[in-house]
């Protein structure tokens, strides 16, 4: 289980990597060669940029069990698709049953503000910050307990497939 980090859109970086590391958590931070990656425990992984190329080398890395943190929902939705969790710096899990929701309301506010009918996001303050920290290391004991269960589960079949 490793946490995999957005690095282009990661305002809690510093946060993941200390609550990370008292798990005892890998951290690999991708980001495009234009940015300035400060990180005290992760790995950095920089890629050229072009436009979603830090997202596609982070899916390339991704693996069941995984943690992906990202604000970018796309990227989200294709991680959960391989097994990962995720969740988003604001410190809210996405889910199967959430992530469908996100992204249609991401793109119709993506056309509203094509529109000028809509003002960005709010930026990000104290309060999401204290959610992410308060979150993340649930979402952490939830992982590693599902990974002990699919490695009991996966242990419990093999020895059946073994004594037949």
């Known amino acids: 289980m490793r946490l995999l980090i957005d690095g282009d859109s990661c305002p809690v970086l ?6 990370a590391n008292r798990y005892g958590l890998p951290v690999i931070v991708f980001a495009d060669i234009q940015r300035c990656i400060h990180a005290e ?3 950095v992984v920089y890629v050229y940029t072009a436009k979603g190329a830090a997202d596609r080398a982070l899916l390339n890395k991704v ?42 309301n991401n793109h119709l506010a993506k056309q509203l503000r094509k529109r000028k009918r809509r003002k960005k996001m709010v930026k990000y303050g104290p309060k999401t910050r204290c959610n992410f920290t308060r979150d993340f290391p649930v979402l952490i004991e939830e992982t590693i307990k599902k990974n002990m269960k699919h490695a009991y589960a996966n242990a419990k079949t093999e020895k059946r497939e073994d004594a037949l």
């Open 41 to 43: 425990y992760a790995k």
């Open 14 to 19: 510093r946060e993941a990597e200390q609550i």
């Open 63 to 104: 693996k069941p069990g995984d943690i992906v943190l990202t604000n970018d929902y796309g990227l989200a939705a294709l991680a959960l698709m391989r097994g990962a969790s995720c969740i988003h710096s604001h410190g809210f899990v996405y889910t199967e049953e959430n992530i469908l929701p996100l992204l249609t």
